[in-house]
Nanobody, 121 residues
């Protein structure tokens, strides 16, 4: 079974940095785009960043210049480096991946269960 698991969340002071990770595992043929979303309390889930298999990236305006998405294709991992963190960045961060599981012809979207990032103090 294909799984995405996030890690690296925690409590950070405003202005601090944090790097969160997401590992895809299971019977995977190909991973296409990977991305990060976040959901703050009482808010809708928001797209944060996307990265293609070749490393082309895009970030939402609110994190542009502060966050950087990257990936390690050999390890089936995607990362989000978060710098200059603000209280408004507090949310559960979810990774996703568009991938082709073993036995399938077309890709489908998978989601992790999230990791909490809290910016306070």
């Amino acid at each position: 079974q294909v799984q995405l698991v996030e890690s690296g969340g925690g409590l950070v002071q405003p202005g601090g940095s944090l790097r969160i990770s997401c590992a895809a595992s299971g019977s995977i043929v190909t991973i296409n785009a990977m991305g990060w979303y976040r959901q703050a309390p009482g808010k809708e889930r928001e797209w944060v960043a996307t990265i293609t298999p070749t490393g082309s990236t895009n970030h939402t305006d609110s994190v542009k210049g502060r966050f950087t998405i990257s990936r390690d294709n050999a390890k089936n991992m995607v990362f989000l480096q978060m710098n200059s963190l603000k209280a408004e960045d507090t949310a559960v961060y979810y990774c996703n991946a568009d991938l082709i599981p073993r036995g399938y012809i077309f890709s489908k979207l998978y989601w992790g269960r999230g990791t909490q990032v809290s910016v306070a103090g």
